[in-house]
């Protein structure tokens, strides 16, 4: 059967249809959050077939197919990389409503021409072709990020990573242009404490002298910041529960370090003390070398504890949360604020009930000193859908500026996810057009396109610096 992705693909009237065809389709794609590997990018990785570049590492689809009852082995298990991919032709007729169903169907059209559904019946045809497809220079990694006009992307790196990846692309100027992301989790992550003991040796490796006291710690964390800076790094980001932050010194923070990195376990008062003054300190840091900061917040990770004994972390048991985030993540930034040391941030949510804290959370500390200094961010992980993006672009149209929204991003470990960035960009003009189609805003091709170019690609140049 006929893929259902036309031209217009969720564009419902002729406005939205002009808006997206004439303001959004072409302008480049600045990614500034993802988990795409960097040696790939430098070394022009050739993937041997489709399951290697599409199903490797892809907690949605891993999830659909559990739910489905496919056995393990067919999807982290060790059956072959074709068995795999015939189990995920059999189960994806069965993902209609889920947005898996739209973003099987537009990769496969966008990236290798394939405009037919897929389904058990032609499951080893799209196999052979995508995988002849994929040894030609248009299909190694980087033909796959020019193909989609991927300007900049930004990885996601630990602060103990060489960045020699991106030294090599910086080299080589090619394009896009790829820039760290200083992802610093593990630097704080005192409830593990043999792998933060461990993880403390690594980083006093990297940075060439022990690591015996707080303070070195906080030298040490400097050292590779300005690392990352000189390399071409601008932007911090966090992946956490929520937000830490705590009024009074109750616990000290050099003693905290020495009972972890003596192999006592902290209390979780004492955990919960230790990153509060970790993360300030960071954010003043990025503060002081203009970076942007991110907060992804709200997931509660590893629930399934039997199958993460067994598949380890990051292989699709995590959830979306439903902690209280208002009062600490309002402390966290009024302690920056009140120093006029709150760098430029962005705020993503993983509760949808929580869109409004979030959104008027950042109004509160958009100062007048930069256009959207502190941002709403976009759709994220179990969100980013069309149901969720719509929220949260409504949730930010009624609460802050639409207008100075720096848009979509991949947070995406495959070549193969830019079309997530021509996915928002459809449901945003969607959004716009059914408001000029019901009366509520005027027929102003001009404007209203311009609004849309910003969101879609300006508006982050601008705010990253790029």
Known sequence: MKTFITDDFLLQNEFSKKLYHGYAADVPIIDYHNHLPPNEISENRVFENITQ????????????????????????????????FLKWAETVPYTVRNPLYHWTHLEL????????????????????????MLQQ??????????????????????PTNTLEHHKSISKKEISPKVFPTFRPDKAFAVEDTPSYVVYIAKLGTVVGSDIKNYD???????????????IGGRLADHGLEQMYYVEKDDFNSDTLFKKVMDKNNLSAEEVYFFKAKILLFLSREYHRRGWTQQFHLGPIRNNNKRLLASLGPDTGFDSMGDLHQAKTMSGFLNELDSTNELTKTILYNLNPSDN???AT?????????????????????????????????????NMGLLSCFVGMLTDSRSFLSFTRHEYFRRILC?????????????????????IVGDICYHNAKDYFGL
Not at 441 to 447: C, F, Q, R, Y
């Open 109 to 132: 059209q966008r990236y290798f021409d394939i405009d037919s559904l897929l389904s058990p019946k032609n499951a080893e045809e799209i196999y052979d072709r995508t995988a002849f």
């Open 216 to 230: 070195d710690l906080l030298a040490a964390l400097v050292q590779r910041i300005d690392y990352f800076h000189e």
């Open 137 to 158: 220079t248009s299909h190694h990694t980087v033909g796959l990020l020019q193909e989609k006009k991927v300007e900049y992307l930004c990885t996601t790196d630990d």
């Open 356 to 358: 409004e804290v979030f």
């Open 430 to 450: 969607n959004l716009i057009g059914k408001d000029v189609a019901n009366g509520e805003l005027p027929a102003d091709e001009k404007w209203l396109g311009k």
């Open 361 to 397: 959370m950042a109004g509160n500390f958009n100062d007048g000193s930069i256009k959207g200094k502190v941002q709403f961010g976009s759709a994220w992980w179990f969100l980013d859908q069309k149901d969720g993006m719509e929220k949260q672009i409504n949730t930010l149209s």
């Open 53 to 84: 570049v599409w199903l490797a590492g892809d907690h949605y689809k891993w999830r659909a197919m559990r739910a489905l009852g496919i056995n393990e082995k067919y999807i982290t298990g060790d059956a072959s990389d074709k068995d795999k």
